[in-house]
C-alpha cells in the first residue's frame, strides 16, 4: 500500500478539481516495474484506491459494502 500524504496545493490542479491553496491527499500507485501514477483528491482514499490489484480492488470494495450494511434483526 502507498503512503497517503496530506498536503496543501501549492498551485490549481483543475483535472482534480484541487485550488490553490486547498488541503488535499496524495499518493502514487504502482503500474508495473518503472511506471506510477499520481492521484489527488480532496477526500481521504478509499482502501480500494491504493491498490493496483483487480482481486484487491474488488476485495476491499465487498469490505466497504458489507461495513455499511446494518446488523440483523433478532
Known sequence: MPKV???????????????????????SVM???RN????????????????SSEFLIEYYSMEQILEYKEEPYD
Open 5 to 27: 500524504h496530506k498536503v496543501k496545493a501549492r498551485k490549481d490542479y483543475p483535472q482534480f478539481g484541487i485550488k490553490k491553496g486547498d488541503e488535499h491527499y496524495t499518493w
Open 31 to 33: 503500474y508495473g516495474p
Open 36 to 51: 506510477s501514477r499520481t492521484f489527488r483528491q480532496l477526500t481521504p482514499p478509499k482502501p480500494s484506491q491504493l491498490t
